[in-house]
């Protein structure tokens, strides 16, 4: 990687101004890890947009300034050149880190989080149902198919009786120690007729 190239893209002042998405971001602070020159170009760059604003901050009108402290450290709290000046010296020496592109990274994977999340929770509602139908469809089938074995299983003992009957009415018929016999009617019903074997 050509590390003179790179700093001079501009990528570096689009970092500082939180410009860019959380993808370069991350990418520009594994390179200044990687590079102590990005490092120190990245506080140079930083310095001159501090002393940029500086030299062209408009100063807050008196009264702006009494509010503002008052609602910092409540009312009647005097503006004291004291805390004006640690506050100014403690800017001096603290680090200045830009956090605006690490929220953003941050937000987006916290909404990817909850995206994910909530189509898993959709998606095991909707294949909960699916397998609760499943289940209900082959309960019903079991049922249906011990119906019909039972149908088949009484047909099957009806249908081997009747044939039994058969086989015995027709091996009577062709025995020839058996006879027919004509039964006529009796008088309460003078028209019927049977025969015996």
Known sequence: MNIEE??????????????????ESAKVDEIARQYPLVREELNIIESAFENYANAHAVAPAPDV????????????????????????????????????????FYKSLIAASVTIAIISLFAAFYFRHKWRLAENSLVALQ????????????????????????????????????????????????NSNALVV
């Open 6 to 23: 790179y700093i001079s893209s501009g990528i570096l002042e689009a970092y500082v101004l939180g410009q860019l998405d959380a993808i």
């Open 65 to 104: 300034k009494k509010k503002v402290f008052e609602k910092l450290f409540g009312e009647g709290t005097e503006i004291d050149n004291t805390i004006h000046s640690n506050f100014k010296e403690n800017k001096d020496t603290t680090p200045v880190i830009s956090i605006s592109s690490r929220n953003q």
């Open 143 to 190: 049922q249906e198919n011990s119906t019909l074995a039972s149908t088949y299983n009484q047909v099957k003992y009806s249908s081997e009786q009747k044939i039994k009957d058969q086989e015995k009415l027709v091996s009577s018929l062709l025995d020839t120690n058996s006879r027919l016999i004509k039964l006529k009617g009796l008088p309460t019903s003078p």
